[in-house]
């Protein structure tokens, strides 16, 4: 079975909702039949317009969205067999799991016996059987949240949208769900948009990653790429941690670049400058600068140590380098631990690749 | 542990009696707040009604004029002529009665048990008066001569119903029924049940007032609850505004538009809906209570279900349609049966209120506006039948009790939801 790339298409869409403001500027995505993907953005950056957009609650202003090759901007909700799951459940309040559950079904006509069966494989698919006679208010929150996941799938609808569905849940069952929901996906293969604020839930969840911001599709890739190679300074301080030196491009090469900093230059690989004089932010990662190297690095300084952090599985290290006292290290805490103390100086290095030359913040 | 060991708290007290202390000072604090609300309760609310009560069925007034009758009555089995004994006391009880000047509120009231006493008896006192009885012969006999409906038992009998000091006669006749001779409940002829007539028009008007307020109000509540913040405050306005004018004004403002020369009828004449010499008569009869009344009472419809729509997640008509609901399956099954709650307090409030509404509907209901509110109040300031009003008025509450039962089984009253 060949999967349709482009199973879901945005062509152009804008969206404003005060012929003012564009809130969704020339959105152009492509999702394929079966994938996972995920928008990822700060609020307000047009992400779950876009999802409104798709689920029929918001018409594009300008553009079209297409289903399996059909323009769905004219079809009501209710006939475009998209499910979705919202952020605080939307679980029918008066309704029984079970009810909740047979909707979808009992309002396509569907046989009884047939819903009895598909209700009993959504439920078992989140593990809750037994809970169909349960209100949703005698269910935890986790329970809840797998009620609504479980209703937007028993109609085997192509499409799946979930808008911050764990927003509401505590750290841990949220990194519980995440893995749940993901296996979900990829046992019964359904297409997912998910919409998140949470980049370490977009991260484990996702094929691919759309980060959105100010109405823009800024980087469109999985999530590997994503975090290891940013395409721009948003999305690099969106995702993860970074550090960033801000400065002059003094000389250019193919893979290398020269940044001059306030007194100091740095080697860099440019990543969206061009020439010389562009001003460019660099982009590091703090696991990719290390400590006493062992080996001979394109980029060696010595820092003052500011702070020294504790955080269990690792240590954070604050360090005064290059004329900024915000440069963060992070140091795995295994056995061969490092004596790390305040106002010790330590030597840093880092390979220029990992020093990413952006756009200019 | 345990379940029998008492767990101790630090100093050695057990700690339920250790929690108790700590909590009565709060419990205390708690009801001294609510105590002068509880006071004002008791004495508004809960003494008037059972004075009311009492009132209603007060019928010691015989019982007190005719003390020696009734005790030389009780052997007397009711089928023959009383014996001489109690021609007697009633003899000796009526002639202290007129001394006192109080023989005429006993002729009337013994009048209401049977037609004609009080000519009877006005014979009587006139021989009273002059002392042309006798009291060394038979009193029977001298009475008897008096006047021949005194022969007659079933005018003995009239008296010996009067008795017992408590009388459930204000309620049969609310209902239009009445005790006959023998004590059993009969009707009133076709042409005296006038306030039958009154509670089926009062349930009828409060009923329908009530559709209509709901009709009216769902649309509105629903638009308030969901409209933006700056229409819907305009909105809240224009529904609360009829609260801060008086009922009177309302009212009359609506004898001035519903009239036949009033603007509504202008306004038909002039879209030529209806011709100008044959304008509906809009007020006067049913149509100018229910529009008025609807009107005064559309906000307590409004309300409640404003509140309780107000809660319901606009996502939850979202969540129907993405599953697959038209607008309309969405809305049924999801958005109404949430308001549940709104509906049930809404039209229990209006239909309260309703059902004891007086003013406006005599006013612009004309013949068919008397309900029986004004039924209450023209005996509560006309005929100053006070127990008669309580009566009606206890009956009143029965029936919105009766409604606010059926209700809670219906629904449960735990659904309500003011607010």
């Given at each position: 079975?060949?999967?349709?790339?482009?199973?879901?298409?945005?062509?152009?869409?804008?969206?404003?909702?005060?012929?003012?403001?564009?809130?969704v500027k020339d959105l152009q995505l492509d999702i394929a039949e079966g994938e996972f993907i995920t928008m990822?953005?700060?609020?307000?950056?047009?992400?779950?317009?876009?999802?409104?957009?798709?689920?029929?609650?918001?018409?594009?202003?300008?553009?079209?969205?297409?289903?399996?090759?059909?323009?769905?901007?004219?079809?009501?909700?209710?006939?475009?067999?998209?499910?979705?799951?919202?952020?605080n459940y939307a679980l029918f309040p008066h309704m029984t799991v079970y009810e909740n559950l047979a909707f979808?079904?009992?309002?396509?006509?569907?046989?009884?016996?047939?819903?009895?069966?598909?209700?009993?494989?959504?439920?078992?698919?989140?593990?809750?059987?037994?809970?169909?006679?349960?209100?949703?208010?005698?269910?935890?929150?986790?329970?809840?949240?797998?009620?609504?996941?479980?209703?937007?799938?028993?109609?085997?609808?192509?499409?799946?949208?979930?808008?911050?569905?764990?927003?509401?849940?505590?750290?841990?069952?949220?990194?519980?769900?995440?893995?749940?929901?993901?296996?979900?996906?990829?046992?019964?293969?359904?297409?997912?948009?998910?919409?998140?604020?949470?980049?370490?839930?977009?991260?484990?969840?996702?094929?691919?990653?759309?980060?959105?911001?100010?109405?823009?599709?800024?980087?469109?890739?999985?999530?590997?790429?994503?975090?290891?190679?940013?395409?721009?300074?948003?999305?690099?301080?969106?995702?993860?941690?970074?550090?960033?030196?801000?400065?002059?491009?003094?000389?250019?090469?193919?893979?290398?670049?020269?940044?001059?900093?306030?007194?100091?230059?740095?080697?860099?690989?440019?990543?969206?400058?061009?020439?010389?004089?562009?001003?460019?932010?660099?982009?590091?990662?703090?696991?990719?600068?290390?400590?006493?190297?062992?080996?001979?690095?394109?980029?060696?300084?010595?820092?003052?140590?500011?702070?020294?952090?504790?955080?269990?599985?690792?240590?954070?290290?604050?360090?005064?380098?290059?004329?900024?006292?915000?440069?963060?290290?992070?140091?795995?805490?295994?056995?061969?631990?490092?004596?790390?103390?305040?106002?010790?100086?330590?030597?840093?290095?880092?390979?220029?690749?990992?020093?990413?030359?952006?756009?200019?913040? | 542990?345990?379940?029998?060991?008492?767990?101790?708290?630090?100093?050695?007290?057990?700690?339920?009696?250790?929690?108790?202390?700590?909590?009565?000072?709060?419990?205390?604090?708690?009801?001294?707040?609510?105590?002068?609300?509880?006071?004002?309760?008791?004495?508004?609310?809960?003494?008037?009604?059972?004075?009311?009560?009492?009132?209603?069925?007060?019928?010691?007034?015989?019982?007190?004029?005719?003390?020696?009758?009734?005790?030389?009555?009780?052997?007397?089995?009711?089928?023959?002529?009383?014996?001489?004994?109690?021609?007697?006391?009633?003899?000796?009880?009526?002639?202290?009665?007129?001394?006192?000047?109080?023989?005429?509120?006993?002729?009337?009231?013994?009048?209401?048990?049977?037609?004609?006493?009080?000519?009877?008896?006005?014979?009587?006192?006139?021989?009273?008066?002059?002392?042309?009885?006798?009291?060394?012969?038979?009193?029977?006999?001298?009475?008897?001569?008096?006047?021949?409906?005194?022969?007659?038992?079933?005018?003995?009998?009239?008296?010996?119903?009067?008795?017992?000091?408590?009388?459930?006669?204000?309620?049969?006749?609310?209902?239009?029924?009445?005790?006959?001779?023998?004590?059993?409940?009969?009707?009133?002829?076709?042409?005296?049940?006038?306030?039958?007539?009154?509670?089926?028009?009062?349930?009828?008007?409060?009923?329908?007032?009530?559709?209509?307020?709901?009709?009216?109000?769902?649309?509105?509540?629903?638009?308030?609850?969901?409209?933006?913040?700056?229409?819907?405050?305009?909105?809240?306005?224009?529904?609360?505004?009829?609260?801060?004018?008086?009922?009177?004004?309302?009212?009359?403002?609506?004898?001035?538009?519903?009239?036949?020369?009033?603007?509504?009828?202008?306004?038909?004449?002039?879209?030529?809906?209806?011709?100008?010499?044959?304008?509906?008569?809009?007020?006067?009869?049913?149509?100018?209570?229910?529009?008025?009344?609807?009107?005064?009472?559309?906000?307590?419809?409004?309300?409640?279900?404003?509140?309780?729509?107000?809660?319901?997640?606009?996502?939850?008509?979202?969540?129907?349609?993405?599953?697959?609901?038209?607008?309309?399956?969405?809305?049924?099954?999801v958005y109404f049966p949430l308001t549940i709650p709104g509906i049930g307090a809404g039209c229990l409030l209006?239909?309260?209120?309703?059902?004891?509404?007086?003013?406006?509907?005599?006013?612009?209901?004309?013949?068919?506006?008397?309900?029986?509110?004004?039924?209450?109040?023209?005996?509560?300031?006309?005929?100053?039948?006070?127990?008669?009003?309580?009566?009606?008025?206890?009956?009143?509450?029965?029936?919105?009790?009766?409604?606010?039962?059926?209700?809670?089984?219906?629904?449960?009253?735990?659904?309500?939801?003011?607010?």
């Amino acid at each position: 079975m060949s999967k349709n790339p482009e199973f879901v298409k945005f062509d152009k869409v804008d969206k404003s909702y005060d012929g003012k403001v564009l809130v969704v500027k020339d959105l152009q995505l492509d999702i394929a039949e079966g994938e996972f993907i995920t928008m990822l953005g700060p609020s307000g950056s047009g992400k779950t317009t876009c999802l409104m957009m798709l689920a029929g609650f918001e018409t594009p202003t300008n553009g079209e969205i297409l289903l399996d090759g059909n323009i769905i901007s004219n079809i009501p909700p209710h006939k475009r067999g998209i499910g979705m799951v919202f952020q605080n459940y939307a679980l029918f309040p008066h309704m029984t799991v079970y009810e909740n559950l047979a909707f979808p079904l009992r309002v396509r006509k569907v046989e009884k016996d047939e819903i009895d069966k598909k209700v009993d494989k959504a439920l078992s698919m989140v593990s809750l059987n037994g809970f169909e006679t349960r209100m949703p208010a005698q269910l935890s929150g986790g329970q809840q949240q797998r009620v609504a996941v479980a209703r937007a799938l028993v109609f085997d609808p192509a499409v799946v949208l979930m808008d911050e569905p764990l927003g509401a849940l505590d750290k841990n069952l949220r990194e519980s769900m995440q893995y749940e929901i993901k296996h979900i996906h990829e046992s019964i293969g359904v297409t997912v948009v998910y919409v998140t604020h949470d980049q370490s839930e977009a991260l484990t969840m996702s094929n691919r990653i759309a980060v959105f911001n100010d109405g823009k599709v800024q980087q469109l890739s999985d999530p590997a790429e994503l975090y290891e190679k940013p395409v721009n300074s948003f999305v690099a301080e969106f995702i993860g941690e970074n550090n960033t030196f801000n400065g002059e491009v003094v000389d250019i090469a193919q893979d290398k670049c020269k940044v001059k900093l306030a007194n100091s230059e740095i080697l860099a690989n440019p990543i969206s400058v061009k020439s010389k004089g562009e001003k460019t932010t660099v982009s590091l990662r703090p696991e990719r600068a290390l400590i006493n190297p062992k080996e001979k690095m394109d980029n060696m300084f010595t820092g003052k140590i500011e702070e020294v952090i504790y955080h269990g599985d690792h240590t954070r290290v604050r360090l005064n380098l290059l004329g900024s006292a915000e440069f963060i290290l992070k140091v795995p805490n295994s056995t061969s631990n490092l004596e790390l103390k305040v106002s010790q100086d330590i030597n840093i290095g880092w390979s220029s690749i990992d020093a990413r030359a952006l756009d200019p913040k | 542990m345990s379940s029998e060991t008492k767990i101790l708290t630090t100093d050695g007290v057990p700690l339920e009696v250790s929690l108790k202390k700590a909590e009565k000072r709060n419990k205390i604090k708690a009801f001294l707040l609510v105590a002068p609300l509880l006071l004002f309760l008791l004495i508004t609310y809960i003494f008037p009604i059972g004075e009311m009560f009492t009132r209603s069925i007060d019928d010691r007034m015989v019982t007190n004029m005719l003390p020696k009758t009734f005790a030389s009555m009780e052997k007397w089995d009711g089928k023959e002529l009383p014996p001489e004994e109690v021609y007697r006391s009633f003899y000796e009880d009526y002639k202290i009665l007129a001394e006192k000047k109080e023989h005429g509120k006993l002729g009337q009231r013994l009048n209401k048990e049977k037609n004609g006493f009080n000519s009877i008896l006005k014979r009587l006192f006139r021989k009273v008066k002059r002392n042309q009885i006798d009291e060394t012969l038979s009193i029977k006999e001298q009475i008897n001569k008096i006047h021949r409906n005194f022969t007659k038992v079933e005018y003995w009998q009239a008296i010996k119903r009067t008795a017992p000091p408590y009388t459930m006669n204000k309620y049969l006749k609310g209902m239009d029924m009445y005790l006959d001779e023998d004590g059993n409940i009969a009707q009133v002829s076709e042409d005296r049940r006038i306030h039958r007539i009154l509670w089926l028009r009062t349930l009828e008007i409060a009923l329908f007032v009530t559709i209509f307020c709901f009709l009216m109000g769902y649309p509105i509540a629903h638009l308030l609850a969901t409209l933006p913040m700056k229409y819907s405050n305009l909105l809240m306005i224009c529904v609360l505004l009829p609260f801060w004018t008086s009922l009177l004004v309302r009212t009359a403002s609506w004898m001035i538009l519903l009239q036949q020369q009033g603007l509504v009828n202008d306004f038909f004449v002039m879209i030529g809906l209806v011709a100008n010499d044959s304008r509906p008569e809009m007020m006067y009869n049913k149509v100018g209570t229910y529009v008025a009344m609807t009107q005064i009472l559309l906000p307590f419809m409004v309300l409640p279900l404003y509140s309780v729509m107000k809660t319901i997640s606009p996502s939850l008509m979202r969540a129907g349609k993405s599953l697959g609901g038209t607008p309309f399956v969405a809305f049924w099954k999801v958005y109404f049966p949430l308001t549940i709650p709104g509906i049930g307090a809404g039209c229990l409030l209006v239909f309260i209120l309703a059902i004891g509404y007086y003013i406006t509907p005599a006013l612009v209901g004309g013949a068919s506006g008397t309900l029986i509110s004004n039924q209450i109040a023209f005996h509560m300031k006309q005929t100053l039948d006070w127990s008669f009003a309580s009566a009606m008025g206890l009956m009143l509450l029965t029936g919105v009790l009766v409604i606010y039962w059926i209700y809670n089984k219906l629904v449960g009253v735990d659904n309500i939801k003011l607010g």
